[in-house]
């Protein structure tokens, strides 16, 4: 398996989704839950995207690199952005890229970003539609496409 750190925008994407939602969230693994709101969206990115990189680093031994550095930087860098009326099947295929790229460790799926997939997952209802979505949000533009009118395959 491989992984890779998602882009903001598909963080942002993921985080604007579920506070449409209200999907229920927990920002560490003995928080409270809550739903996800705008008050909160800055920490679910947070949240979101360290998982995502914690996996990388687990998954390719990069711990003390210049491109864990890196990752680090994008971190200190976040800054969300709500993202309104996402397709749900653009929410799904994002949701299943994250998921792919930040299940590299072995207590994965008692994080809380895992708890946050399932919980997008089932506010979602599946992958109608998702194959038709690019499996990575890695511009604005890309996400600004996922919102509002289903897309037409021909």
């Known amino acids: 398996m491989s992984a890779w750190v998602v882009s903001k925008h598909h963080i942002n994407l993921l985080v604007s989704a579920a506070i449409e939602r209200a999907v229920s969230i927990r920002l560490a693994p003995a928080s409270e839950i809550m739903p996800a709101s705008g008050d909160a969206a800055q920490a679910i990115g947070l949240m ?79 992958p109608s539609g998702s194959d038709a979505e690019p499996w990575g949000f890695d511009s604005e533009e890309t996400v600004i496409g996922a919102m509002g009118i289903p897309r037409v395959v021909a």
């Open 48 to 126: 979101l995207f360290t998982e995502n990189v914690r996996s990388v680093i687990h998954r390719y031994g990069i711990t003390g690199t210049a491109e864990e550095a890196g990752y680090r930087q994008e971190l200190a860098e976040y800054h969300f952005r709500f993202y309104p009326g996402i397709r749900p099947s653009a929410v799904a295929q994002a949701l299943a890229c994250y998921d792919y790229q930040a299940c590299e460790c072995d207590n994965y799926r008692e994080t809380p970003a895992a708890f946050f997939v399932a919980q997008l997952e089932n506010a979602v209802g599946g």
